[in-house]
């Protein structure tokens, strides 16, 4: 088995606000395989955002802090170092995009200067080099015309174009993490396809591992290796993309496969929104989170927490249903769509 480049063993991350402290991550734990495409998914408000920049340490503090956890990468705690440390990590070894790429370019710095920045303060590479290192990385993401580009400024760009820009700013210091939240959210479908396409070969050239936060269940089945269902602040259900797909274990999993359009979702599909709205994460529920939304609740469910039960080496969900004195309901699914149009 591929060794683990990240660990993130029982994360808490909160935020104090006048209503109240947010528990927004309650108690996430994952890892991600040197190589591997991880994918996050659940509705929005379910702690990914908050879970992914907790790996950066990105969340604004105050109001943000950190209730406990762990964040090995490459075996060190990322929670123990100190900010200038986090500072040669952060765009170097683990590089992000955000959802929208207009609030995360500078719109007063031209694009090639944004690019070498990575470079700034680092005397690994001959300054010679970063010049050529952005163009070169300029090309790899699909930008044409490279030296014109790399002197526009990102209003000059369209959405697509500033979308590979983000991406080449992550990827210029190849390093051995992307975290792409959202990242084709705001993009048209064949764009999106394209930079799927690109994350994927990026992935097979330079051996990046990739975390991918997604509602899209299309993106998941077209790039990932693994998903991690997350629900309430917490992670509910991880497997393969097949066994998430087609071994459907926990009952919010499968009510999110039956309410979300995927990329080949047919135009007439009918979606089935899940009732009810995601738990109060200010008085989190004592038991199962989904349990107030729940067709198959029980008693126990409301009260309890249940544990995470092993189905598989890599899958395993966290649900009453899998206790040997529950009710035997079969919540496997199939749906055009699904991991068959994956391409690799
Ligand atoms: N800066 C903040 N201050 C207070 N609450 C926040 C802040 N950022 C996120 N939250 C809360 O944390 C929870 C998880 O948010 P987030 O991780 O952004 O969700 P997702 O990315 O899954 O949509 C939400 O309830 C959100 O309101
Ligand atoms: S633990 Fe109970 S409420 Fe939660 S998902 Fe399973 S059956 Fe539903
Ligand atoms: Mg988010």
Redesign the pocket.
Known sequence: MAENLLEIKDLRYS?R?YGGT?K?VRGVSFDVKKGEVLGIV?E????????AQSILRL??EP??FFEGGQIFFKGRDLLKLSEKEMRQIRGKEIGFIFQDPMTSLNPTMRVGAQIEEVFVGRNDVPKKEVHERALEIMRLVGISDVEKRFRQYPHELSGGMKQRVMIAIALVSHPDLIICDEPTTSLDVTIEAQILDLLLELRKKLGTSIIIITHDLGVIARICDRVVVMYGGEVLEHGTVNEIFYETAHPYTHGLMNSIAGLSTPKDAVLKPIEGTPPD?FAPPAGCPFAARCDYGMKVCAKYPPEFTSLSPSHATRCWLQHEYAPKIDLRTRREGTPDGKSE
């Open positions: 935020f606000t947010v927004a659940g929005s408000g379910c702690g990914k955002s908050v879970t969340n604004p109001p943000g994460l």
